[in-house]
């Protein structure tokens, strides 16, 4: 477990089921509640990284939808990209 645990990067979902659960039948409640720890603290991570995810994709979404809104109203598109903070490239396609 530490071994896997030091090098999750090249461990695959299958090995790591594996090595949890040969431990869980030798070390019992213990592994299991350690085990069922990291999968909570997954989780939250998860979460939050979706949270974060969601809050960025909306700002963008925002800011495409009024410097379309600017552009269609004649706003210069120098104005609407330091505004916005799209690039001109951006503008242009909406």
């Given at each position: 477990m530490i071994y896997l645990g030091s090098n999750i990067?090249?461990?695959k979902p299958g090995q790591l089921r594996d090595a949890v659960n040969e431990?869980?039948?030798e070390g019992g409640d213990m592994m299991s509640t350690i085990f069922q720890e990291v999968l909570e603290e997954?989780?939250?991570i998860g979460v939050k990284e979706?949270?974060?995810i969601?809050?960025?994709d909306g700002a963008e979404s925002k800011a495409r939808e009024m410097a379309k809104m600017l552009k269609e109203n004649g706003?210069?598109?120098d104005l609407i990209a330091k505004s916005s903070g799209l690039?001109?490239?951006e503008i242009e396609k909406l």
């Amino acid at each position: 477990m530490i071994y896997l645990g030091s090098n999750i990067k090249n461990v695959k979902p299958g090995q790591l089921r594996d090595a949890v659960n040969e431990v869980l039948e030798e070390g019992g409640d213990m592994m299991s509640t350690i085990f069922q720890e990291v999968l909570e603290e997954g989780k939250e991570i998860g979460v939050k990284e979706g949270k974060e995810i969601g809050v960025k994709d909306g700002a963008e979404s925002k800011a495409r939808e009024m410097a379309k809104m600017l552009k269609e109203n004649g706003v210069d598109i120098d104005l609407i990209a330091k505004s916005s903070g799209l690039s001109k490239e951006e503008i242009e396609k909406l």
